[in-house]
């Protein structure tokens, strides 16, 4: 019999199917079909590179096994299979095979990553119904400008119909567009993922429509292909994604929202969902949102016509002429009392959204109030994680 040894995986109800693993691992061991994304075995080092960039913490999954899943077997997988009975013994090797890589994975780990799971209350998504050789097309039905004309980012509300094509899609999930055209070594460009920022019932109540919230990049391929879009083009869509950024259905959770720019997309979706089935809700809802300046901050003006009864508005600018910077982990501390009160809440969730940038600020932030609090940020993180009540997407 083969000696135990232990195989890097990644979960494929959790993949969001964003491609950073791949395009990070040094030694192209991370490869995709239509379907999934796999880690072939025979080229794996355990480097740990793909660990950290991965915003949903899927590819942070292991098996022990004597044999090594095959990619072909990994590319046929809906999900993973369960940890096979292992004959037991000194001999096996286990313990020090354990040992190894739990230094390597608190080397890897250091930092808010991590994965999570979806809250208890939410509902069941659906994941990957269209994929690279199977996309679903969508028309464009607006495309609007959010920030300012005077202001250097250029971000922009696409909404997509679906038509007579079921494309059920909760809050949290997240979708790719296919760019047309070919990379640089003539290869079809891969989908780029976008969060939706509509409720489940539609951007327009109960059509069968989503929207996105997309910012230029100055070389974004797929950036500039989306915010270029005009009515009634059509556009390749893959997806949904994302099984554990979810809404909870359950109207006593308290819900703090940390964001900067475009990563506000799922938190609207959020709280369009939260006024349309619990209108009269108040009090259960907290948004802490970054952003250089008031003109670059998407959503602005309706975020505005929310009542500060039914959500807290915390906004935080960097970049305010005469003013201090300000960041979201700044306006955290500031706001620590009610922070702690909810990291001691059984009904608190915290969802984290944005640039990676912002993720270390933010977790720093949420030590220190901790610590405050008398409580230890690193046990309550991991066991709100494992509650499914924390939640970090960052990119």
Known sequence: MNQPLKQHLIDPEI???????EMTCP????????????????????CMDCIPVCPTGSIDEWRVVTDPY?????????????????????????????????????????????????????AKPTINL??????????????????????????RHI?????????????GQSIGIIPPGTDADGKPHLPRLYSVSSPRDGERPNFNNLSLTVKREPMGVCSNYVCDLQKGDKVRV??????????????SAHLLMICTGTGSAPFRGFTMRRQREHAGLNGSMSLYFGARTPQDLPYFGPLKKVPDSFMQKVFAFSRQPGQPKHYVQDQLRAHAE????????????????????????????????ARGAGLDWAALRDQMRDGGRYHVETY
């Open 15 to 21: 993949c969001i199917r964003c491609y950073t693993c």
């Open 27 to 46: 030694v192209q061991a991370i490869e995709h079909d239509d379907n999934n994304v796999v880690v072939d075995a025979s080229k794996c080092n355990f």
């Open 70 to 122: 095959s990619v072909e077997e990994q590319f046929g997988w809906d999900e993973l299979p369960a940890q096979a009975d292992l004959p037991s013994g000194d001999d096996t090797g286990l313990e020090a095979l354990d040992d190894a890589m739990a230094a390597l994975l608190a080397e890897a780990h250091k930092g808010a990553g991590g994965k999570s799971r979806a809250p208890d209350s939410a």
């Open 130 to 155: 269209y994929n690279l050789g199977k996309p679903a097309e969508a028309v464009v039905q607006g495309n609007y400008r959010l920030t300012s004309a005077d202001s250097d980012g250029d971000v």
């Open 159 to 171: 909404i997509l119909d679906f038509g007579g094509q079921p494309f059920p899609v909760l809050e």
């Open 238 to 251: 893959t997806g949904p994604f994302g099984s554990t950024f979810l809404l909870p259905s359950d109207p």
């Open 338 to 369: 009610t922070i702690a009160a909810l990291l001691q809440n059984p009904n608190g969730h915290i969802y984290v959204c944005g640039l990676k940038a912002m993720e270390h600020g933010v977790e720093a932030a949420l030590s220190d109030i």
